[in-house]
């Protein structure tokens, strides 16, 4: 099947210094794109860390991308969570937005149907912090654009799965 589509990608690797430039330079060296990408610490005595990619590609390159991270060493595991089962994917955002009058009210408004919360206001800009799916946060904004987007920061998606299976330990 060559149909391209969104693969997240859960990589545990050791956390050492300079894991995570080797696994980005195997995507780089071999001319693939990277469209998120996190990373941090996840078990109690800091000795593993969890990449979590997402990448826009066919089934047969993703399976050449997973074979290609499995050779290398600190990787202890990598998995495709779209070939596990459901799972829940997310991002945050930092939006500021610049209005004055009834933009600054109709700002307002979007944020709270989207359950956005305020985290720093002045007399002329909000700064809202929204979490959700990529769709969500490109609506958001989207229709923050015609109302005073100054700004936005965006993190990389995280995702784990549903249910009670772990993906390491």
Known sequence: MNDISTHTLSVIVD???GVLGRVVGMFTSRGYNIDSLTVAEVDEDRSLSRITLMVTVTSMVVDQIKAQLERIVPVRKVLDLNDIGDFVNRELILVKVKAKGERRVESLRVADIFRA???DSSGQSFIFELTGSAEKLDAFINLMKPLGLVEVSRTGAVAILR???ALYN
């Open 163 to 165: 249910g009670a299976k």
């Open 117 to 119: 919360r305020v985290i």
């Open 15 to 17: 956390n050492k210094s």
